[in-house]
């Protein structure tokens, strides 16, 4: 393990003052540099103003200013954010919301349909959608309901295309989720983008809800801001964290289209939407101030 003192741009440096360059920006999140001035002096003006309050009741501006700041640039008929505190959490809610978007018009759907090889992180809904057994094994047995399709390439595109309608005739799915364009944990396996928007309509056109797990492509990692802005069929939800926090704090958000959130938000509880476990972690104004220096940077 390489113990690691300081960083500045685009470098770490140990306790010995021997530089490294941070080639993967820790894991996709310090995208503007280490310890960039203009991310500094935001967080610190806040953190003299208001520094942390829960979201139970309670609300602020950076956190409305950042909502609407990313609904202008999110491509779709997003309209409302969730606010959470990491990429695992980003799907997993995701996950639950396509879920509960069926229980509560009183449709049962159990089964949710996700790629070979694909990786959404490292909680129970997350680790069940994810295809890469070494990080999943121990828990297996403890799994959702997931069927799973190879990436469609140009060689078996359509093998997965009439794979996937065969599922949806079979099975009752309540959601899709993928990482658009490229699978980063599998080993930036790039795939077919026309395959992929052929399957993202077929969903759609069967209520299925379709969840794009940005948490590595968003933000410029595939030439446009959003790897969904490439594809005419865009998600009901899109999972965002790692760049837009610029690696300054654990966060993420799930943008949802307007259409799919009006029976969380048209109900009372037991229909209404709750994580509430996350709830304290979320609205940190300081997180909210370095996201928006991020955003203002694409």
């Not at 759907?109 to 070979?116: D, I, W």
Request: hydrophobic content about 40%; aromatic content about 10%.
């Amino acid at each position: 393990m390489m113990p690691i003192a300081r960083a500045q741009g685009a470098l770490l440096f140990d306790p010995e003052e021997r530089s490294y360059i941070d080639g993967i920006s820790s894991w996709y999140t310090a995208v503007y540099g280490h310890c960039h001035p203009e991310l500094i002096g935001a967080v610190r003006s806040q953190m003299e103003t208001l520094d942390q309050v829960v979201f139970s009741g309670f609300t602020h501006r950076p956190a409305v200013q950042l909502a609407e700041q990313l609904l202008a640039v999110l491509p779709g008929d997003m309209s409302k954010v969730f606010y959470s505190d990491n990429g695992s959490t980003a799907t997993e809610i995701g996950i639950k919301m396509a879920l509960q978007y069926h229980f509560n018009r009183g449709e049962k759907r159990s089964v949710l349909l996700a790629f070979e090889e694909g990786f959404h992180g490292d909680t129970f809904g997350a680790m069940s959608v994810s295809g890469l057994s070494v990080y999943n094994g121990p828990f297996e047995d403890f799994f959702l309901k997931v069927k799973r399709i190879p990436v469609p390439t140009a060689e078996n595109k359509q093998e997965v295309l009439k794979m996937a309608e065969q599922l949806l005739q079979e099975h009752a799915v309540a959601g899709f989720i993928y990482e658009p364009l490229v699978q980063g944990a599998a080993g930036m396996k790039i795939y077919d983008a026309s395959a992929l928007d052929q399957l993202l309509g077929m969903m759609q056109a069967e209520e299925v809800i379709c969840i794009a797990d940005e948490v590595m492509t968003g933000f410029g990692k595939t030439g446009s801001l959003f790897a969904s802005s490439q594809l005419q069929h865009t998600p009901e939800i899109i999972c965002l964290s790692k760049a837009l926090s610029a690696g300054w704090c654990l966060w993420r958000r799930r943008p949802a289209a307007k259409k799919y959130t009006r029976p969380f938000t048209r109900t009372k509880s037991p229909k209404g939407f709750s994580t509430g476990i996350l709830i304290p972690r979320t609205p940190w104004p300081v997180r909210r101030l370095a996201k928006l220096g991020t955003l203002a940077k694409q």
